[in-house]
């Protein structure tokens, strides 16, 4: 029998070529999954501002000086969060998205540049619609980056919580301070915001519950994001009391008693506590590792 020694050992050395080729790709996506969590966690927190701008800009237009001394700070601040934003968008390969991105600046440039001539629920949509388009970049970026790797279901569990269910739980609030505050304002509540109120109330009050459930299972799920949860948790109290306001005053046909600060501060304590929750998800997001990888690691 006549075999070519270089053959056999050939064989096993382009076996060794292509478990290491096959390592090295599978850190490559870790590592750019890793900058994707990253640039979420930048969006939310411009999302995070918006929300803010959008509270204080309509609560301005309804009337309030005080509100109207935030607006430029405020302003100032989503704009320097979008100028960091490009820079790391520049560090994402494939996985950027510069079409939505430019549709998100316009959509920024548009409420900037226009809010002061607005009324109060123009400026609401605007807002609402830049937010929307922040949030769909930030679910699609997600599921792209989370198909980057192989990790066990909680973990799919949690990025779903995180890019889809929580956030947009969190805007649901935020759509009811922005109204809240600026009728708090006026002291009267005309048929079209009354109507916007009421349909936001109901739909917070079921998204609550979904939230709620998902993130205790997933506590129970080995994932320990408990002491965010409980803060979550905590600000039950706080949340019945922003509905009892909703339904007892600004709702109730009255004289409004509700002043436009206190509906704020109530209304931002709760939306706080449920970032707080989200963070810690993108937090044990950034921890899971491809499962390939844990079974290399394990040989």
């Not at 701008?53 to 405020?74: D, I, Q, V, W, Y």
């Not at 269910?165 to 006026?186: C, H, K, M, N």
Request: net charge negative.
């Amino acid at each position: 029998m006549n075999t070519d020694l270089s053959t056999i050992v050939k064989q096993p050395m382009n076996s060794v070529n292509q478990q290491a080729e096959s390592l090295a790709q599978l850190h490559h996506n870790q590592q750019l999954r890793l900058k994707a969590l990253d640039l979420i966690k930048a969006l939310y927190e411009l999302v995070r501002v918006i929300q803010q701008h959008r509270a204080a800009t309509n609560a301005a237009l309804a009337g309030n000086p005080f509100f109207e001394s935030k607006t430029s700070p405020l302003s100032r601040e989503i704009n320097a969060r979008m100028k960091e934003l490009e820079r790391q968008q520049d560090n994402l390969e494939e996985l950027a998205r510069e079409e939505q991105w430019q549709e998100i600046k316009m959509a920024w440039r548009t409420v900037h540049q226009q809010w002061h001539q607005d009324e109060v629920i123009e400026n609401f949509e605007l807002h609402s619609h830049l937010v929307k388009l922040v949030l769909l970049y930030i679910a699609d970026l997600g599921e792209s980056a989370e198909t980057l790797i192989e990790t066990h279901f909680q973990y799919q569990a949690l990025g779903h919580y995180v890019f889809h269910d929580l956030p947009w739980f969190i805007e649901l609030l935020g759509q009811i301070r922005a109204l809240g505050t600026s009728t708090a304002v006026t002291g009267q509540l005309n048929k079209d915001i009354e109507m916007r109120l009421q349909f936001l109330l109901n739909q917070m009050l079921k998204q609550q519950v979904t939230v709620k459930q998902q993130a205790q299972r997933l506590s129970k799920e080995a994932l320990d994001i408990t002491s965010s949860l409980i803060d979550a948790l905590l600000c039950e109290p706080k949340l019945e009391r922003l509905t009892q306001l909703l339904n007892n005053d600004l709702l109730s046909g009255g004289d409004i008693v509700t002043t436009a600060d206190e509906f704020y501060t109530l209304a931002t304590a709760i939306i706080d506590a449920h970032y707080k929750v989200m963070n810690e998800g993108l937090r044990l997001l950034r921890l899971s590792m491809d499962k390939r990888i844990q079974a290399w690691v394990k040989r």
